[in-house]
């Protein structure tokens, strides 16, 4: 049998009804229908309705990781931002914290220079403003260097104050610094006047009672002396001019096995902590010198004797 005369159609088993083509063409008419169609009458709005009701629990699930992923980063996000926020806070409040104890110390220096400069205005004695610069490297002496020297006309023995009180005195000068001996040293004693009683004594440094006090020695068991004198300057000794404060009594022991009282004094003057001071010039010192001595008189000649 020749070739050509093949029959190349499917047999009946394999047929499938109309053509792809046809199919093409007819449903795609038919979409094209529906589009409109729904556009003009809106006639699958119930059925998207019920799908989307159908479809929305499906959707929920499927967003959850993506929903935690982004809530997950924008809480490490917020915590970063919060972590530097609290940081930058303490960071302010410490420097706030800072700048209030520094207005703070201010205001009292202020008002101790005030107070400073009130008392120099009542005191007749030549003086000069110094600054405590540090305390002595001994540490079983108690002493202060201040920033006034020989250049600045300090002497040896010059009394020293603070705005409460008498501070201590002058023991050695530099050029241009001076070493001051507080009066709580073991080794500083100075005149003072109860000025209850008018009663005189000296009061003696005492390093080591009370972290630093006075001492009033050798009085009597019965001496009149109680909690709250105030001892001032008496002026007997040529370096303090008189009625400077010294300090106050604090406690008194009187015992019946020792004919003296013991005596403890708090000083009136700033001994850990003063910062500005005043250096007086030592009463003796603005003594004029005395006029020197004149040649013995000589005996006339031919003079009667008795």
Same mark, same amino acid.
């Given at each position: *049998?020749?070739?050509?005369?093949?029959?190349?159609?499917?047999?009946? $088993?394999?047929?499938?009804?109309?053509?792809? $083509?046809?199919?093409?063409?007819?449903?795609?008419?038919?979409?094209?229908?529906? *589009?409109?169609?729904?556009? +003009?009458?809106?006639?699958?709005?119930?059925?998207?309705?019920?799908?989307?009701?159908?479809?929305?629990?499906?959707?929920?699930?499927?967003?959850?990781?993506?929903?935690? *992923?982004?809530?997950?980063?924008?809480? $490490?996000?917020?915590?970063?931002?919060?972590?530097?926020?609290?940081?930058?806070?303490?960071?302010?409040?410490?420097?706030?914290?800072?700048?209030?104890?520094?207005?703070?110390?201010?205001?009292?220096?202020?008002?101790?220079?005030?107070?400073?400069?009130?008392?120099?205005?009542?005191?007749?004695?030549?003086?000069?403003?110094?600054?405590?610069?540090?305390?002595?490297?001994?540490?079983?002496?108690?002493?202060?260097?201040?920033?006034?020297?020989?250049?600045?006309?300090?002497?040896?023995?010059?009394?020293?104050?603070?705005?409460?009180?008498?501070?201590?005195?002058?023991? =050695?000068?530099?050029?241009?610094?001076?070493?001051?001996?507080?009066?709580?040293? +073991?080794?500083?004693?100075?005149?003072?006047?109860? !000025?209850?009683?008018?009663?005189? !004594?000296?009061?003696?440094?005492?390093?080591?009672?009370?972290?630093?006090?006075?001492?009033?020695?050798?009085?009597?068991?019965?001496?009149?002396?109680?909690?709250?004198?105030?001892?001032?300057?008496?002026?007997?000794?040529?370096?303090?001019?008189?009625?400077?404060?010294?300090?106050?009594?604090?406690?008194?022991?009187?015992?019946?096995?020792?004919? $003296?009282? =013991?005596?403890?004094?708090?000083?009136?003057?700033?001994?850990?902590?003063?910062?500005?001071?005043?250096?007086?010039?030592?009463?003796?010192?603005?003594?004029?010198?005395?006029?020197?001595?004149?040649?013995?008189?000589? !005996?006339?000649?031919?003079?009667?004797?008795?």
């Amino acid at each position: *049998m020749p070739l050509g005369t093949l029959d190349r159609t499917p047999p009946p $088993f394999f047929k499938q009804g109309p053509s792809a $083509f046809s199919k093409l063409i007819f449903f795609s008419a038919l979409a094209l229908f529906l *589009m409109v169609a729904d556009a +003009r009458f809106k006639f699958a709005q119930p059925l998207r309705a019920s799908l989307a009701a159908l479809l929305y629990p499906v959707q929920w699930l499927v967003l959850q990781p993506v929903r935690a *992923m982004r809530e997950g980063a924008s809480y $490490f996000t917020e915590l970063s931002l919060a972590q530097q926020a609290e940081q930058a806070a303490r960071v302010r409040l410490a420097q706030q914290s800072q700048r209030a104890n520094q207005v703070e110390q201010l205001a009292q220096e202020n008002a101790r220079l005030r107070q400073l400069l009130l008392l120099r205005e009542k005191i007749t004695t030549p003086n000069q403003a110094a600054e405590v610069l540090y305390d002595a490297a001994d540490t079983y002496t108690r002493k202060v260097i201040i920033d006034k020297g020989l250049v600045q006309g300090v002497e040896a023995g010059s009394p020293v104050l603070d705005e409460s009180g008498v501070l201590g005195q002058v023991t =050695r000068v530099h050029p241009l610094v001076s070493e001051v001996t507080l009066v709580i040293d +073991r080794d500083h004693a100075i005149p003072v006047l109860n !000025t209850r009683t008018g009663a005189r !004594t000296v009061a003696y440094g005492d390093p080591l009672t009370e972290g630093g006090s006075l001492e009033l020695r050798f009085l009597g068991g019965n001496a009149d002396v109680q909690a709250g004198d105030l001892l001032t300057t008496s002026g007997v000794d040529g370096v303090y001019p008189a009625g400077l404060p010294v300090a106050s009594v604090s406690r008194v022991e009187r015992r019946a096995d020792s004919a $003296f009282a =013991r005596i403890y004094c708090t000083p009136k003057a700033m001994v850990h902590g003063a910062r500005h001071v005043l250096v007086l010039k030592p009463v003796l010192a603005q003594n004029p010198p005395l006029p020197p001595p004149g040649p013995p008189a000589a !005996t006339k000649k031919g003079a009667a004797k008795p």
